[in-house]
């Protein structure tokens, strides 16, 4: 009944008219998927779902992890054509993606904050425009005033994944007391985890009990995870 009713568009991904979701059949099939046993700090896949490796020798800072997918084609060029091509009609589509995971219950929803200039340069802050509809939906308090991220380090994606936490060290600054709360970080891409890692660190030394990540996309690389469908 609903999709007699509602407007139908053309397909996000391949174009193709006439779609009551924003994606056809074809393509919400091709969206890649994780494996159900993950890691559950960092949400890598693990046999067993058993604390990965990494997260055993360096505990990151966060307690968990939720992701919907896995970084991947093609819901890689969704993705990119949402941050760097100004596609905002991405972004419910990734919240209801999102939603495929709910969230624990939480005191606040905060987006991951990108630095001044980014916003300027970008115009918008796509962690942000993900969480509107999900704190909405969730019943979350939105946070977008508690945490600020300074200076201007080069973006993440240009940098190895071995820099990355140099990249980011000291790079937010909290001003909220968070004493006792669960704060839930969402971001839209997870790859090596120093973004959120710091961002928890920082959290943490406000107060914060716990930190849930929960981000759309987890990156996994060769020999770390399977394709999509699992």
Not at 134 to 162: N, S, Y
Request: proline letters at 10%.
């Amino acid at each position: 009944m609903l999709e007699r009713v509602l407007p139908r568009g053309d397909c996000m991904l391949c174009g193709q008219p006439g779609c009551p979701r924003a994606l056809c059949p074809a393509c919400r099939a091709d969206i890649p998927r994780l494996p159900a046993e993950q890691c559950p700090c960092c949400a890598l896949p693990t046999p067993a779902g058993q604390v990965c490796g990494a997260c055993l020798r360096h505990p990151p800072a966060f307690d968990a992890t939720l992701v919907a997918c896995r970084y991947g084609f093609p819901l890689d060029g969704l993705i990119q054509s949402f941050k760097y091509g100004h596609r905002l009609a991405v972004a419910p589509l990734l919240a209801k993606l999102m939603a495929t995971v709910p969230p624990p219950p939480a005191d606040l929803l905060l987006p991951v904050p990108l630095s001044a200039a980014h916003l300027r340069e970008r115009g918008f802050n796509q962690a942000v425009e993900i969480a509107r509809p999900l704190g909405r939906r969730f019943g979350l308090p939105l946070e977008l005033d508690a945490c600020i991220r300074i200076g201007d380090a080069p973006r993440q994606a240009g940098l190895p994944w071995d820099q990355r936490r140099r990249n980011v060290r000291h790079g937010f600054e909290c001003r909220a007391d968070l004493t006792g709360q669960h704060v839930l970080v969402l971001d839209d891409v997870m790859t090596t985890g120093a973004t959120l890692d710091e961002l928890a660190r920082t959290l943490k030394r406000h107060g914060a009990a716990r930190v849930t990540n929960w981000v759309v996309a987890r990156a996994v690389r060769d020999g770390q995870g399977s394709g999509k469908g699992k």
